[in-house]
């Protein structure tokens, strides 16, 4: 075997993905970073690749495949290079714009930051897609899972992920305390820690922008903003309206919004237009609960989409098997959504379809759209057969137990 190195081995036949005038060019055999992970990590990296590259095979019969490159960060980069996300793992992802990575161990209190918010951060990953729906056969708390199908684009880069903090009883914190109360007039006690809010007109827009074009391009219905501008009016509030202008000035054509489709469309939403509308926060949760199925893409700020995310998720059981992708302009990082799970590290037990899906979803972004869909009827068929990994069979009745490789094959059986 090869030395581990911060330089990704390029295999001499891949090619790389371009990106001309914002579309992606994929060759047929592109190149494609991975990162495999921490922690079990390694176990669902080898049981996604093997999906993955199977679903590619049976898809086009050998006239496509994948090269892969592999990247470090985090735990085992620390380990081998004494580096926490080295360099040239970050150059790696934006020459070849598209990857895939397992998860990552996040050191909590001080220490190293989060290798997955810097990868975000500094790549301008600026959403993180998250499709949530149901694969029958999955155990979940609600009567009707099938009647959730949205998809979640969350800002990536600003509001609390903009990380500007100050602690209480700092320096900081006392100076920036004095400088509102004296020179704005807003009073706050003086044990305060303080965070700071930015939401951006460019960054609201972008996200907008790239909602739609997904609404649009995947025959969605209807896309809901998801803020609390009653109470944070020049934060959550312009979101919803910057929001709302670039739909009407980029997208005006094809778009309706809710007082339109009422006063001028009688309440019926016209053949090929994509409705948008806007609901606050608090009100989203009772939503997609109670009326799951007028929900279809969600577009929020970061705090917001975290907790909307994970809550969608958990609602249709999927939240150790649900997938997710950082996306920014021509240029993607795909990645499993649940944690390095460390306490089954190496005992190839894990349930692995958190990072096939995101696998699929990287597929179904470079155009391999074959592939992506041959991923989800493999993956729907062995659930249904009920043979699943630990976390699933423990909830379902008469359900086989499978090893993480063993539902792997299993997947690659059933496409
Ligand atoms: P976690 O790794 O997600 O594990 C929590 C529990 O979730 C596990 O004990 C297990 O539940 C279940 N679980 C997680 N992954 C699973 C899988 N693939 N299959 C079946 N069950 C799964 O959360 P954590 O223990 O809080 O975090 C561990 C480390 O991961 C931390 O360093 C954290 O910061 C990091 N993390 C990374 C990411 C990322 O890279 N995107 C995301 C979240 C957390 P049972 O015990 O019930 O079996």
């Given at each position: 075997?090869s030395?581990?190195?911060?330089?990704?081995t390029i295999?001499s036949d891949?090619?790389?993905?371009r990106c001309?005038?914002g579309?992606?060019?994929v060759p047929?055999?592109?190149i494609?970073?991975?990162i495999?992970?921490?922690?079990t990590g390694?176990d669902?990296?080898r049981?996604?690749?093997l999906?993955?590259?199977?679903a590619?095979e049976?898809?086009y019969?050998g006239a496509?495949s994948?090269?892969?490159?592999?990247?470090?960060?985090?735990d085992?980069s620390?380990e081998?290079f004494?580096?926490?996300?080295?360099?040239?793992?970050?150059e790696?992802i934006r020459?070849?714009?598209?990857a895939?990575?397992?998860p990552?161990?996040?050191?909590?209190g001080?220490?190293?930051?989060?290798a997955?918010?810097t990868?975000?951060?500094?790549?301008?990953?600026?959403?993180?897609?998250r499709?949530?729906f149901?694969v029958p056969?999955?155990?979940?708390?609600?009567?009707?899972?099938?009647?959730?199908d949205?998809v979640?684009f969350?800002?990536?880069t600003?509001d609390?992920y903009?990380g500007v903090e100050?602690?209480?009883g700092?320096?900081e914190?006392d100076k920036?305390r004095?400088f509102?109360?004296l020179?704005?007039?807003?009073k706050?006690?003086?044990?305060s820690g303080?965070?700071?809010?930015?939401?951006?007109?460019?960054a609201?827009?972008?996200?907008?922008?790239?909602a739609l074009?997904?609404?649009?391009e995947?025959g969605?219905?209807s896309l809901?903003l998801?803020?609390k501008g009653?109470?944070m009016?020049?934060t959550?509030g312009?979101?919803?309206d910057w929001?709302?202008?670039?739909?009407?000035e980029?997208f005006g054509?094809?778009?309706?919004?809710?007082?339109?489709?009422y006063d001028?469309?009688?309440?019926?939403?016209?053949?090929g237009k994509?409705?948008v509308?806007?609901?606050?926060?608090?009100?989203?949760?009772?939503q997609?609960?109670l009326r799951?199925?007028?929900y279809?893409i969600?577009?929020t700020?970061n705090l917001?989409g975290?907790?909307?995310?994970d809550?969608a998720?958990?609602q249709v059981?999927?939240?150790?098997?649900a997938p997710?992708g950082?996306?920014g302009?021509?240029l993607?990082l795909?990645?499993?959504t649940h944690g390095?799970a460390?306490?089954?590290?190496?005992?190839d037990?894990?349930?692995?379809s958190?990072l096939?899906?995101?696998?699929?979803?990287?597929?179904e972004?470079?155009?391999?759209?074959e592939?992506a869909?041959?991923i989800?009827?493999?993956?729907k068929?062995?659930?249904?057969?009920g043979?699943?990994t630990?976390?699933?069979e423990?909830?379902?009745?008469?359900?086989?137990?499978?090893?993480?490789s063993?539902f792997a094959?299993?997947i690659?059986?059933k496409?």
């Amino acid at each position: 075997m090869s030395q581990p190195s911060k330089e990704p081995t390029i295999p001499s036949d891949g090619e790389p993905i371009r990106c001309v005038e914002g579309q992606l060019r994929v060759p047929d055999r592109p190149i494609i970073p991975f990162i495999e992970g921490d922690g079990t990590g390694p176990d669902i990296w080898r049981a996604a690749k093997l999906v993955i590259e199977t679903a590619v095979e049976k898809a086009y019969g050998g006239a496509r495949s994948i090269c892969w490159a592999q990247l470090y960060a985090a735990d085992k980069s620390l380990e081998l290079f004494g580096e926490w996300v080295p360099q040239e793992t970050i150059e790696a992802i934006r020459t070849f714009r598209v990857a895939i990575k397992g998860p990552l161990t996040t050191p909590v209190g001080g220490g190293n930051r989060s290798a997955n918010v810097t990868l975000r951060q500094v790549l301008d990953l600026y959403a993180c897609v998250r499709p949530v729906f149901w694969v029958p056969g999955v155990p979940c708390p609600v009567k009707h899972p099938e009647r959730l199908d949205v998809v979640v684009f969350r800002e990536n880069t600003e509001d609390v992920y903009a990380g500007v903090e100050f602690a209480q009883g700092t320096a900081e914190a006392d100076k920036l305390r004095r400088f509102l109360d004296l020179e704005l007039g807003a009073k706050l006690p003086p044990d305060s820690g303080i965070g700071i809010k930015p939401i951006s007109r460019t960054a609201c827009r972008r996200l907008m922008r790239m909602a739609l074009r997904y609404a649009l391009e995947h025959g969605r219905r209807s896309l809901t903003l998801m803020h609390k501008g009653n109470i944070m009016k020049f934060t959550e509030g312009a979101f919803r309206d910057w929001c709302y202008e670039l739909a009407a000035e980029e997208f005006g054509s094809v778009t309706v919004t809710e007082s339109e489709l009422y006063d001028k469309c009688g309440g019926r939403l016209p053949p090929g237009k994509l409705l948008v509308k806007d609901r606050i926060a608090d009100a989203m949760f009772q939503q997609i609960l109670l009326r799951p199925d007028e929900y279809d893409i969600i577009v929020t700020p970061n705090l917001n989409g975290d907790y909307i995310s994970d809550a969608a998720a958990a609602q249709v059981g999927g939240l150790g098997i649900a997938p997710g992708g950082n996306i920014g302009d021509g240029l993607a990082l795909f990645e499993a959504t649940h944690g390095t799970a460390p306490k089954y590290a190496g005992q190839d037990k894990v349930n692995p379809s958190s990072l096939i899906l995101s696998g699929r979803m990287m597929l179904e972004y470079m155009g391999w759209r074959e592939a992506a869909d041959t991923i989800l009827l493999g993956l729907k068929a062995t659930v249904a057969a009920g043979t699943v990994t630990y976390d699933l069979e423990r909830q379902m009745e008469g359900a086989t137990l499978l090893k993480c490789s063993e539902f792997a094959r299993a997947i690659c059986e059933k496409m």
